[in-house]
């Protein structure tokens, strides 16, 4: 059965660190690019960031450049998302996400339009 698990939300205040996990299975990082994704209550879906299945390179959106981090561990079959300097408009939900042989630009941008597998999502507060 194929499943994505989000971990680690909660509340923090203006300027904290967070870390989120995704743990995967029943499918791995190889032919599926992983993106994270959040929607505020209100807001659509936005992208944050997205890996590569192909080169593992990383995209990332313009309003969480420089702040947040993604990455992966093949061995855990876990994606990471390292947010740091969080601001209250931080506050969503955040989800991950995979899709076959997708482009992280146009999975970023589109707000994950076609990804195949989703998480439940974890919430993110911050207080300012």
């Known amino acids: 059965e194929v499943q994505l698990v989000e971990s680690g939300g909660g509340l923090v205040q203006a300027g904290g660190s967070l870390r989120l996990s995704c743990a995967l299975s029943?499918?791995?990082?190889?032919?599926?690019?992983v993106g994270w994704f959040r929607q505020a209550p209100g807001k659509a879906r936005e992208g944050i960031s997205c890996?590569?299945?192909?080169?593992?390179?990383?995209f990332y959106s313009d309003s969480v450049k420089g702040r947040f981090t993604m990455s992966i561990d093949r061995v855990k079959n876990t994606a990471y998302l390292q947010m740091t300097g969080l601001k209250p408009e931080d506050t969503a939900v955040y989800y991950c996400a995979a899709g076959k042989r997708r482009w992280p630009i146009v999975v970023v941008t589109t707000g994950g339009q076609g990804m195949d597998y989703w998480g439940e999502g974890t919430l993110v507060t911050v207080s300012s």
């Open positions: 890996v590569s299945d192909s080169d593992g390179s990383t």
């Open positions: 029943g499918f791995t990082f190889n032919n599926y690019a």
